[in-house]
């Protein structure tokens, strides 16, 4: 198993750590020699506008979309979620590039700017009783799944904050940035 760790923006180095502290060597993808290395892939948190467009300037935005699901696992978190997608609200004026592979709506910066950011637990039955410490940084929120999509986690107040088709996986909060490893484990069985 490889897994790669997407390095054009955002919390990259975040996830490297993470996946070095738990015995994985993680690869930086930057180009589309370093994605057909990897069988698992993190989009890290960021801008989703700016790491689409970069998708698109170094040409892995239809590596990923062919590959997504399929040979590759694909965890977006928060800007990643977003880049997942099929349906993006509140997008950037003229559009943005996404890979759009999920059956998820989600809304861009749902909770407001960077001032609203937010801590609250997550429910995620899956990785046991007691809830994930959840960080959401000018999160998007998601605001629909399709039938193929398991509601992964959830706020006390019943908000979808992860969501996984296959071996897609999309979390509106950032793992990275505690010292639960939980998510990131569990991304490594899918």
């Known amino acids: 198993m490889t897994v790669g760790v997407l390095a054009l923006q955002g919390d990259v180095r975040e996830h ?6 738990i015995g994985v060597a993680p690869v930086e993808v930057r180009l589309p020699q370093h994605l057909a290395a990897v069988d698992r892939l993190i989009i890290p ?9 970069l998708l698109y300037r170094y040409q892995l935005l239809e590596p990923i979309r062919a590959r997504a699901g399929r040979d590759l696992a694909v965890w977006g978190t928060c800007a990643g979620a977003i880049l997942l997608a099929r349906e993006v609200l509140d997008a950037k004026q003229g559009g943005q590039p996404t890979i759009g592979v999920m059956e998820i709506t989600v809304r861009r910066n749902a909770y407001g700017s ?3 950011s937010f801590e609250a637990p997550v429910t995620a039955p899956a990785l046991g009783a007691s809830p994930l410490p959840g960080v959401f940084i000018r999160a998007p929120r998601i605001e629909a799944v399709g039938r193929e999509v398991e509601a992964f986690a959830r706020l006390a107040d019943g908000a979808i904050v992860a969501a996984r088709q296959g071996r897609l996986l999309a979390t509106t909060f950032h793992p990275e940035l505690t010292d639960d490893d939980r998510m990131h ?6």
Do not use: A, C, D, N
């Open 16 to 21: 490297l750590e993470v996946l070095k502290r």
């Open 45 to 53: 948190g960021g801008e989703s506008t700016t790491i689409g467009r």
């Open 114 to 116: 960077q001032l609203e």
């Open 185 to 190: 484990r569990y991304f490594l069985e899918l």
